[in-house]
């Protein structure tokens, strides 16, 4: 089964804040990261996270690391329909030096 | 500054035949891994490069093949093509295990 894993989909109103999780298994990661992959194209890279940190904000986004309970999540603040898109979490690991494995993926849909 | 490139964007080779595929890293960045996406997946890796050696492998038969050059680009070959290759290859370069940014990758379909 998959290291990592994301729910599915997410359906969120233009405006409001979206919450995508990730749950990791590797207690050996080193970085984790957060993807955007619109139709047809390739991994757009957003933020990502050094594994001694608990958070990390950049504009929008903010990304929140539970080591404990190897979760991640990604919160957009004021999603906006152009955020519509595959979001995709990955992990690299102590021995996997920048090798990832990601997750499979959840679709965002931006609703007006 | 240009990201990472690749090239072709497009390519419909025929069964059992072979094809390459290229990719420039990012300015700054040594190290550039390939992956394979299947509609509806995740990226799974195929292998990486570090100072024109192959240094990680996942699990992908050996008709998957690679190289670097010195100026850091790679080429990722596959021989003897079959129907399942049909996926999109997604180069990605970093420095060493910081900052993994990805190409826009190349749609391959064999018919």
């Known amino acids: 089964g998959e290291d990592v894993e994301q729910s599915l989909f997410l359906s969120v109103r233009e405006g409001d804040s979206s919450v995508i999780n990730c749950t990791y298994t590797d207690s050996s990661s080193t970085y984790l990261y957060w993807y955007k992959q619109e139709p047809g194209a390739g991994l757009q890279l957003l933020t990502y996270i050094f594994s001694n940190m608990d958070m990390k904000q950049d504009q929008r986004l903010t990304v929140l690391l539970n080591k404990k309970d190897k979760h991640l999540s990604l919160r957009i603040a004021d999603t906006q329909t152009g955020d519509s898109a595959i979001y995709f979490c990955a992990e690299s690991t102590t021995d996997s030096w920048g090798k990832l494995q990601f997750g499979a993926g959840t679709q965002v849909v931006v609703t007006p | 500054d240009a990201g990472v490139t690749q090239s072709p964007t497009h390519l419909i080779k025929t069964r059992g035949q072979q094809v390459t595929l290229r990719c420039s890293p990012k300015?700054?960045?040594?190290?550039v891994s390939w992956y394979q996406q299947a509609l509806g997946q995740g990226p799974q890796f195929i292998f990486q490069y570090y100072e024109e050696e192959e240094r990680q492998r996942g699990n992908f038969p050996d008709r998957f093949s690679g190289h670097q050059f010195p100026n850091y680009s790679s080429e990722l070959n596959v021989n003897a093509l079959l129907l399942g290759d049909s996926a999109l290859y997604l180069c990605?370069?970093?420095?060493?295990?910081?900052?993994?940014?990805f190409g826009q990758g190349t749609r391959l379909t064999v018919v």
């Open positions: 300015s700054g960045h040594d190290t």
């Open positions: 990605a370069s970093s420095l060493q295990d910081r900052e993994v940014s």
